[in-house]
């Protein structure tokens, strides 16, 4: 898959405190990529890197196979501003212009773009039907609710057809149905083929709609990959449950000759044992117990969750 948007060791500092630290992130082209991570991690400062708004102090931002923002590189307002006329940026402050009414404030931006006349007027009504809001044209922003002025937003960064959406924690403030409404709306861009990078603290949200998810910490890539992916590594991370029929001092001992094995519980005739091993090492480990004349009769892993991954990489920060 062709890669869209890449970050290659990019540095970013604000008195002299690192908000990206060597972050290397790819987004493949038509991918809707969850920003994951607890408050402080840099999301903010990546998302608006993404949007082209903000230079990396070392590093560089690769668009469509392309140098666009870096410091050792020389790129400058150029190549940014080619970037930025990519991409579509919804932050975190809507920063609506309360005076303007609904059809202002869209043929405003579309000016800004150089979309005029009838061209605009036809662009702006789609986007503003797309949205939901084809009846709100003569309503001031300033009288529309968070979740209206929110839907607003996003038909203004679709204003000049991006190839890419930057979108920092969206659903903040949002009730329930309107998340519901703005992941259906998300699914729908993304399969119109727009690439969809979009940030939160809570990865329960983003899992449900993604292709991919990036968890970030202090400013760096974590851990990351497709959700099939991840979900494996979910699973890999849970403890195992052996349930043996006497013989547990055999158990145990053979159980803490495994590398795999961290720790181990017993607790009657059950064992849990946290063990970071893939699929291929739980059957090296029944086998051997198996050869061993250990009698089990049960052995599985709980069921593993994105929520106890994150949790795990991120150093406890809940998701």
Not at 284 to 299: C, K, S, T
Request: proline fraction near 3%; include cysteine.
């Amino acid at each position: 898959m062709k890669t869209l948007l890449e970050f290659r060791k990019v540095r970013k500092y604000y008195r002299n405190t690192p908000a990206l630290f060597d972050l290397d992130l790819e987004v493949p082209e038509g991918a809707l990529v969850g920003i994951v991570g607890p408050n402080g991690a840099g999301k903010t400062t990546l998302m608006k890197m993404a949007a082209g708004l903000l230079h990396p102090d070392e590093g560089t931002v690769f668009f469509d196979g392309a140098p666009v923002l870096g410091h050792r590189h020389g790129q400058g307002h150029g190549q940014a501003h080619a970037m930025k006329r990519q991409v579509g940026y919804v932050p975190d402050d809507l920063g609506v212009y309360d005076n303007l009414k609904v059809s202002e404030y869209m043929e405003f931006f579309a000016s800004c773009y150089g979309i005029s006349g009838l061209t605009a007027r036809k662009k702006c009504e789609l986007l503003l039907e797309q949205v939901g809001l084809s009846d709100q044209g003569d309503l001031f922003v300033a009288g529309m609710s968070r979740g209206m002025k929110q839907r607003l937003s996003f038909a203004r960064a679709l204003i000049h057809s991006p190839r890419l959406l930057a979108l920092d924690e969206p659903t903040s403030g949002l009730d329930p149905g309107m998340r519901t409404e703005f992941r259906s709306f998300l699914q729908e861009l993304s399969l119109q083929g727009i690439t969809i990078i979009i940030s939160s603290h809570l990865l329960t949200e983003l899992a449900e709609i993604c292709t991919h998810i990036q968890i970030l910490d202090h400013g760096k890539v974590v851990l990351g990959g497709g959700m099939d992916e991840l979900r494996q590594k979910a699973m890999a991370t849970s403890p195992l449950n052996i349930s043996v029929y006497g013989e547990m001092k055999k158990c145990v001992d053979l159980l803490r000759k495994n590398r795999h094995v961290k720790s181990l519980t017993v607790k009657d005739d059950m064992v849990r044992v946290e063990f970071a091993g893939e699929i291929e090492d739980e059957i090296g480990l029944l086998f051997a117990m198996v050869n061993a004349q250990v009698p089990v009769y049960r052995f599985s892993r709980e069921m593993g969750s994105l929520e106890s991954l994150f949790i795990q990489v991120t150093g406890g920060e809940g998701a």
